[in-house]
């Protein structure tokens, strides 16, 4: 079946630094949805995109839709403490359901 | 009123309990979904009501058995669960089922069958 795959699937990072992580896919997508998840709650929308080369910012949160529409590009600028959580890709198939990545799990290292 | 609410927060059932899970979103919404969401992993898709009516099921088991009363709400009938149903049950809703679907998910039931 379709399948995201998401990198990576954790990253340590120190307060203020800059976090990238992406998506890919062998199959095109039409609309790429990025989520954050923090732990016992449920999947917050961070960003939505819905054109191929669109780039979208929501405060320090950048998303790229790749022009081949088959990958999607998350940066977070100068990370803060609450950035950490679950991240995930996810996008709809032609039956209009979410296909999701494995999730980047962002840690503050201490 | 942009928000997904569930309740209960947590429950713990025996194997042989009956009980229901709820969603309720004021948002006009008309897609609404249940998912399941195992530790460390992405959610999984159960079931999918579109306006009222079950669209999809994921060929889920018997014992788990949706409702959609009215378009604002959404239950999730339990009964004779297995202790590897324990997991995060979310309820999320979208405009439709269709393009441009964003979906917004609740805060989740956290789910123990003992």
């Known amino acids: 079946g379709q399948q995201l795959n998401q990198s990576p699937q954790s990253m340590f990072i120190q307060e203020g630094e800059d976090v990238s992580m992406n998506c890919t896919s062998s199959?095109?997508?039409?609309?790429w949805l990025w989520y954050k998840q923090d732990p016992g709650e449920g999947p917050v929308l961070l960003i939505a995109?819905?054109?191929a080369g669109e780039l979208t910012s929501n405060g320090r949160l950048t998303a790229q839709f790749g022009i081949t529409r088959k990958d999607s590009f998350l940066n977070i600028s100068a990370s803060i403490p609450s950035d950490v959580g679950i991240y995930f890709c996810?996008?709809?198939?032609?039956?209009?359901?979410?296909?999701w990545g494995a999730g980047t799990k962002l840690i503050i290292k201490p | 009123d942009t928000e997904v609410t569930q309740t209960p927060k947590h429950l713990v059932m025996g194997m042989t309990n009956k009980k229901s899970l709820k969603c309720e979103q004021h948002?006009?919404?008309?897609?609404m979904y249940w998912y399941k969401q195992k530790a460390k992993k992405p959610p999984e898709l159960m079931f999918v009501?579109?306006?009222?009516?079950?669209?999809i099921n994921e060929s889920v088991p018997s014992r788990f058995s949706p409702e959609c009363p009215n378009s604002s709400l959404l239950n999730l009938h339990l009964h004779a669960l297995q202790p590897e149903d324990s997991a995060l049950y979310l309820c999320?809703?979208?405009?439709?089922?269709?393009?441009?679907?964003?979906?917004?998910f609740g805060p989740g039931t956290r789910l123990t069958v003992l």
């Open positions: 999320a809703s979208s405009l439709w089922q269709g393009v441009h679907n964003e979906q917004f």
């Open positions: 996810a996008a709809l198939d032609s039956n209009y359901q979410l296909i």
């Open positions: 009501y579109s306006y009222e009516k079950l669209s």
């Open positions: 948002m006009g919404h008309r897609a």
């Open positions: 995109l819905y054109k």
């Open positions: 199959s095109i997508f039409n609309t």
